[in-house]
């Protein structure tokens, strides 16, 4: 069974549009994460959730917002969509705590025309 | 400057070769990950470390927290084991970890 599982694997849709992506996880982690590759492949972080709780909530443009209906799913809607979104995005999750190893599920490649 | 450097940018390696990546970091951390990616995409977490040294079948991780610098090294290395290896550093409560900019290894048979 997939550890961390991501929903769509591929997203190409026009500028302005809305859309979601969603993040699932088995393994009965309490934190999640968002992480945005660029295309010079540099990973940043975006958001993390802890028990359904927004414990990280990097410099993103509020036209990302990312909603934990509990604490196994982290899905992240985007609106207004624009060139520079394009990107991989990557939901991530591990134990809570400081030194815990992260889960990456196999990303979302997205491409705004 | 990144607050996370990794070198080199770009390897290139014979199949056998003994390879060494380096990460050296400028804030405090609780722990230092190395992360592989491979050209589909996926991203692995290799080792999780915060002292010493950790090794697992043919890669061996290790950490010099006074000298703020890892290492990732790569014995009898396999065209297999080409992908882009990534170092990235936790720290605080929140467990969020800032990237280094990766290692594309290439290993030619």
């Known amino acids: 069974d997939t550890a961390v599982s991501q929903t769509p694997k591929y997203l190409v849709t026009q500028m302005g549009n809305d859309k979601s992506i969603k993040c699932e996880q088995n393994?009965?982690?309490?934190?999640m994460y968002w992480y945005k590759q660029d295309s010079k492949k540099f990973l940043k972080i975006m958001f993390s959730y802890n028990n359904k709780e927004l414990i990280i909530n990097e410099t993103v443009p509020n036209r990302f917002s990312p909603k934990s209906p509990d604490k196994a799913h982290l899905n992240l809607h985007i609106n207004s969509l624009e060139l520079g979104d394009s990107a991989v995005y990557f939901c991530?999750?591990?134990?809570?705590?400081?030194?815990?190893?992260?889960?990456f599920g196999p990303g979302t490649r997205l491409l705004v025309l | 400057k990144n607050e996370v450097e990794q070198s080199p940018q770009n390897l290139t390696a014979q199949e056998g070769e003994f390879i060494t990546i380096n990460c050296s970091y400028s804030v405090g951390i609780s722990a230092l990950h190395w992360l592989q990616q491979h050209p589909g995409g996926g991203i692995v977490s290799l080792f999780m470390l915060s002292s010493g040294k950790k090794k697992h079948g043919r890669l061996i991780a290790t950490i010099n927290i006074q000298e703020k610098h890892s290492s990732l090294h790569i014995t009898a290395s396999h065209p297999r084991d080409s992908a882009v290896y990534i170092c990235?550093?936790?720290?605080?409560?929140?467990?969020?970890?800032?990237f280094g900019t990766g290692t594309l290894l290439a290993v030619q048979p």
């Open positions: 991530a999750s591990s134990a809570h705590g400081r030194e815990e190893t992260q889960y």
């Open positions: 393994l009965g982690h309490d934190t």
């Open positions: 990235a550093v936790g720290g605080g409560a929140t467990n969020k970890l800032i």
